[in-house]
T-cell receptor, first 117, second 115 residues
Framework: NAGVTQTPKFRILKIGQSMTLQCAQDMNHNYMYWYRQDPGMGLKLIYYSVGAGITDKGEVPNGYNVSRSTTEDFPLRLELAAPSQTSVYFC????????????????FGPGTRLTVL | AQSVTQPDIHITVSEGASLELRCNYSYGATPYLFWYVQSPGQGLQLLLKYFSGDTLVQGIKGFEAEFKRSQSSFNLRKPSVHWSDAAEYFCAVVLFSGGYNKLIFGAGTRLAVHP
C-alpha cells in the first residue's frame, strides 16, 4: 500500500512550456485534491475531484487543468507555464462518501517542486 | 469568510522543553479542526483532529490540542519536545461548500529544536 504517490519530485520548466504532474492513490479513495504551497502562505486548493469524471475548481485554478478518468489517478496539467506557478504541488486524497460532505482525513503525497524560469 | 491564523511564523525551543503552537479560526458554526505536520521534504501528515465531544484531543507523537470555543482557538501542545519534532506545523479548518469539504490552511509555524 503506497498511499499517495506523485511524480516527478522536481522539475524545471521554461516559460510557456507545458507539463503534467502525476498523482495516484491506491486506497480506493473517492476524493482527490491538488494544492500548491507557496512560502509563508500555507496550502491553497487548486482543483478537487469527488469521483471519476467529476472535478471542480478550488481557490486558485487559473492556469491549470485536471481530469479524473479513473478512481486512482488525478493528473494536473499546466498548459503555459509562468513564473507565478513556481511552487510545491501536493496531491491528496480522502475516503469521502458518494453523497454529501466528508470530514475524512486527507492523505498527502510527498510533493512536486516546480520551478518556472 | 472562514480563515485560520497561526500568529507565530517561527518558534525555537530547546529539546525537552514544552511546546505550544497557536491557532485561531474564524468560522460561524462549530468548526472541524485539524493539525498537520510537514517534515522537511515530506508531505503533510495528520497529527490530530477535532470534530465534536471532548475538547482536549490526543494525537500521534505525543501531541495534544485543546479546542476553546470562547477564544476561537485550537492550540497544539507537547509536554517535552524531541529533536525529531523540528518541522512545519499547519492548522486547518474544514469549509463546507456545495456539499464537499475543503481544507483551509493557516500559513504554518516552523519549529526549530535546539539540542
Amino acid at each position: 500500500n503506497a498511499g499517495v504517490t506523485q511524480t516527478p519530485k522536481f522539475r524545471i520548466l521554461k516559460i510557456g512550456q507545458s507539463m503534467t504532474l502525476q498523482c495516484a492513490q491506491d486506497m480506493n479513495h473517492n476524493y482527490m485534491y491538488w494544492y500548491r504551497q507557496d512560502p509563508g502562505m500555507g496550502l491553497k486548493l487548486i482543483y478537487y475531484s469527488v469521483g471519476a469524471g467529476i472535478t471542480d475548481k478550488g481557490e486558485v485554478p487559473n492556469g491549470y487543468n485536471v481530469s479524473r478518468s479513473t478512481t486512482e489517478d488525478f493528473p494536473l496539467r499546466l498548459e503555459l507555464a509562468a513564473p507565478s506557478q513556481t511552487s510545491v504541488y501536493f496531491c491528496a486524497s480522502s475516503r469521502g462518501t458518494s453523497a454529501g460532505h466528508s470530514t475524512d482525513t486527507q492523505y498527502f503525497g510527498p510533493g512536486t517542486r516546480l520551478t518556472v524560469l | 469568510a472562514q480563515s485560520v491564523t497561526q500568529p507565530d511564523i517561527h518558534i525555537t525551543v530547546s529539546e525537552g522543553a514544552s511546546l505550544e503552537l497557536r491557532c485561531n479560526y474564524s468560522y460561524g458554526a462549530t468548526p472541524y479542526l485539524f493539525w498537520y505536520v510537514q517534515s522537511p521534504g515530506q508531505g503533510l501528515q495528520l497529527l490530530l483532529k477535532y470534530f465534536s465531544g471532548d475538547t482536549l484531543v490526543q494525537g500521534i507523537k505525543g501531541f495534544e490540542a485543546e479546542f476553546k470555543r470562547s477564544q476561537s482557538s485550537f492550540n497544539l501542545r507537547k509536554p517535552s519536545v524531541h529533536w525529531s519534532d523540528a518541522a512545519e506545523y499547519f492548522c486547518a479548518v474544514v469549509l463546507f461548500s456545495g456539499g464537499y469539504n475543503k481544507l483551509i490552511f493557516g500559513a504554518g509555524t516552523r519549529l526549530a529544536v535546539h539540542p
